[in-house]
């Protein structure tokens, strides 16, 4: 699948580059176009800035934010439970899995491949002059930054034991510099990468039916590290809302430096996220 992907991306972002170019010409002079310069800096500051917004967020964090972080803890606390169980009964289907399936999950969740999907992403926008797109890129690119940074730092202070360690949910090894091979599981860097760019470009579609299908390829990541045996099930789930906590945060910054927005529909509100916990369960609901 490997052998596949970098064709694939550079075939499609050739496509989506070829399409603008039709309407939109530009040029490398840096002289000629001052303006290309000028909103590179200032796309590298909002980049900056939007990794540190997300960071403070919880120096002002009221009522609801609380409860909502009470409510993550309980339901993470609860699927730490039920890890062995789900680690054994993915036994019984992980080899029916195709391998395609996990390769792609396991690539494209890698810091190399996202890195260079969301790059592109955002030159394309700059050397096209589109202002979404950059806009795009920005959030994509800090995204990936803030999460990619948070959960490396986090799995040198946890030391989680990775289930392919075969020594159980509850052993870790914690407060190392250097990663510890296998005592590096919680929380999922694959799927806080790949469902962070899957929930940044669905805010580009107002179809519920197309967030909900971006959503489920932006999963992908994070069961193939579950069939892998690279994570629990808990990992998982604590990283896809982490991964909704930045990319929100983030992009409530960017509303205040860039004029275009994704779709002025989302300010009705017409999909929301909400925490479900129950004794039995603990999950992420979308209504619309």
């Keep these: 699948m490997k052998n596949y992907l970098f064709p694939f991306l550079f075939v499609s972002i050739f496509n989506v580059f070829s399409m603008l170019s039709q309407t939109n010409t530009f040029s490398l002079n840096i002289k000629q176009d001052k303006n290309m310069w000028q909103n590179f800096t200032y796309d590298l500051g909002n980049m900056a800035g939007g990794m540190g917004y997300a960071y403070t967020r919880p120096l002002y964090w009221k009522k609801k934010q609380f409860v909502n972080l009470v409510y993550v803890t ?74 990619g940074l948070l959960q490396q730092v986090s799995k040198r202070i946890i030391g989680r034991a990775r289930p392919k360690a075969n020594v159980g949910k509850d052993v870790f090894d914690p407060f190392h510099i250097d990663r510890v091979f296998n005592y590096d599981s919680f929380p999922s860097g694959h799927t806080m990468l790949g469902f962070t760019n899957a929930y940044a470009i669905a805010k580009h579609f107002e179809s519920p039916w197309i967030k909900a299908g971006l959503y489920t390829i932006g999963s992908i990541p994070g069961i193939s590290r579950i069939i892998d045996r690279f994570h629990w099930i808990s990992d998982v789930a604590f990283s896809t809302v982490i991964s909704i906590f930045i990319v929100e945060a983030i992009d409530k910054f960017l509303d205040s430096k860039y004029d275009q927005k994704y779709n002025d529909q989302r300010k009705q509100k017409k999909v929301a996220w909400d925490l479900q916990v129950t004794p039995q369960s603990f999950g992420v609901k979308m209504n619309f």
């Design 74 to 147: 309980a339901g993470t606390a609860s699927l730490y439970t039920i890890d062995d169980h789900v680690d054994e009964w993915a036994n019984g289907w992980r080899n029916d899995v195709p391998r395609w399936v996990t390769n792609y999950g396991n690539d494209i969740g890698s810091p190399n491949n996202n890195f260079m999907l969301t790059g592109a992403v955002y030159l394309t926008g700059l050397f096209t002059k589109s202002p979404k797109l950059r806009r795009t890129g920005v959030l994509l690119i800090s995204s990936a930054a803030a999460s």
